[in-house]
């Protein structure tokens, strides 16, 4: 089945530690992105990448990185700089040449902090 | 101001009611509106896409765009107790790919 696999479900970071988020999708889809979600608000864009070995920063990039080194994977890593992580974090993908097609979503990963 | 805004409810109805779930916008420029569901723990998943204003059916679900008073809804007929999720709606401009999302409504259906 075709579809965007986030790992792992569940994620604890200790203080000035860095933690990577995976995302991988095979549904051949050009763009990539990661959101925040947090209780009781809506989706929030961090990063975003349009093509491999190119992206760019959303509404709320501090303290985090991203790499898209191959069209399938955009894991993004939260740096020790950013000092509220705990959060439900989204990886979204869609198609760049068919303005029509939607961005589908990932199951998230939860980030809590120890 | 947010750029896309929803009531947060919770919004609780017996089943078999129709439910009406709303957004509104600011921005004159998104021409793009969806709505997701998110069950809990889960990732959004897409009910619904349209374009412009008008009106698109889905099975029990109908999704309503009014540019001129920038008034989005969903409808939803004969509700289930598994339609209790949260609802998203968002919206993007012509070009591009960035959606700008409500904070969600939560719905509870009960049997």
């Known amino acids: 089945d075709g579809g965007i696999t986030q790992s792992p479900k569940y994620l604890f970071r200790k203080e000035g530690q860095n933690v990577t988020l995976s995302c991988e999708q095979n549904l051949n889809h050009d763009a990539m992105y990661w959101y925040r979600q947090d209780p009781g608000q809506g989706l929030r864009l961090i990063y975003y990448?349009?093509?491999?070995?190119?992206?760019q920063k959303g509404d709320i990039a501090e303290g985090y990185s991203v790499s898209r080194e191959k069209k399938e994977s955009f894991p993004l890593t939260v740096t020790s700089a950013q000092k509220n992580p705990t959060a439900f974090y989204l990886c979204?993908?869609?198609?760049?040449?068919?303005?029509?097609?939607?961005?589908?979503f990932g199951d998230g990963t939860r980030l809590s902090i120890l | 101001q947010k750029e896309v805004e929803q009531d947060p409810g919770p919004l609780s109805v017996p089943e078999g009611a129709i439910v009406s779930l709303n957004c509104t916008y600011s921005n004159s420029a998104f021409q793009y509106f969806m709505w997701y569901r998110q069950y809990s723990r889960k990732g959004p998943e897409l009910l619904m896409y349209?374009?412009?204003?008008g009106n698109k059916e889905d099975g029990r679900f109908t999704a309503q765009v009014d540019k001129s008073s920038k008034y989005i809804s969903l409808f939803i007929r004969d509700s289930q107790p598994s339609d209790s999720a949260t609802y998203l709606c968002?919206?993007?401009?012509?070009?591009?790919?960035?959606?700008?999302f409500g904070g969600g409504t939560r719905l509870m259906v009960k049997p």
């Open positions: 349209t374009y412009s204003s």
């Open positions: 979204a993908s869609s198609r760049m040449t068919d303005f029509n097609q939607p961005q589908h």
């Open positions: 990448s349009q093509i491999v070995n190119d992206f």
């Open positions: 968002a919206a993007r401009r012509e070009a591009g790919n960035m959606l700008t």
